[in-house]
């Protein structure tokens, strides 16, 4: 079975502190991995995904394989950064069937 | 910015009642999903649907659900006899290819009293 572990519901930083979202996954098979995330009333949006190796808004993502973590850093956290994040896994063979983390609130504070 | 409009916003409606919950994806995707979120639970995936056929669907999308492409630019997720656990936000979703990003909807608050 595929599962997205989210560990933390809410991650409280002062600007400018790194972050780290993490993200455990469990699939027996070659999954990809993505970062969704939605800003207060807005809908959500992807934020990256492993297999293109962007950094986006200075976000990074790793995939370890041997950890099955996909954890999401940003080494100076920004306030407009303030969003709920969900961690996401497709199995490779069906596409766009996303499983999803619980996702976490990231807070940061000025 | 092309984007996935959804229809309503939020309704409410009695348990047993028929819900239709409306889409219109991005104009040149080909792949519409649906999606839903429980209050305080996690984002699931219902059913995905390509070439006018369901392509995958979750052991929650049952006889209940049913889901159309009417016309060429909506698609439709229905809910024959609603009960009270369907009460959720729905998000549709499209993708240019199979394996693309998912371009989500604002999602339609569905209560079931």
């Known amino acids: 079975a595929q599962r997205v572990t989210q560990p933390e519901k809410l991650l409280s930083v002062f600007k400018g502190a790194p972050v780290e979202l993490k993200c455990n996954y469990s699939?027996?098979?070659?999954?990809?991995l993505f970062w969704y995330v939605q800003y207060s009333r807005q809908r959500l949006q992807l934020l990256l995904r492993?297999?293109s190796r962007e950094s986006i808004k200075g976000f990074t993502a790793d995939l370890n394989k041997g950890e099955t973590s996909f954890h999401l850093k940003k080494p100076f956290a920004q306030e407009e950064d303030s969003a709920m994040y969900y961690c996401?896994?497709?199995?490779?063979?069906?596409?766009?069937?996303?499983?999803f983390g619980a996702g976490t609130i990231l807070r940061v504070k000025s | 910015e092309p984007e996935v409009t959804q229809t309503p916003s939020h309704q409410v409606t009695q348990m047993g009642q028929e819900v239709i919950l409306r889409c219109v994806p991005i104009s040149n995707h080909l792949y519409f999903y649906w999606y839903r979120q429980i209050l305080g639970q996690k984002v699931e995936f219902l059913v995905s649907f390509y070439n006018n056929e369901i392509s995958e669907k979750s052991e929650i999308f049952d006889d209940q659900f049913s889901v159309e492409r009417p016309d060429g630019s909506n698609f439709t997720l229905k809910i024959r006899s609603t009960k009270l656990e369907d009460s959720a936000m729905y998000f549709c979703a499209s993708s240019e290819g199979v394996a693309g990003e998912l371009f989500f909807g604002e999602g339609s608050r569905l209560t079931v009293l």
């Open positions: 492993h297999i």
């Open positions: 699939y027996s098979g070659s999954p990809e």
């Open positions: 996401a896994l497709s199995p490779v063979e069906y596409g766009n069937k996303l499983v």
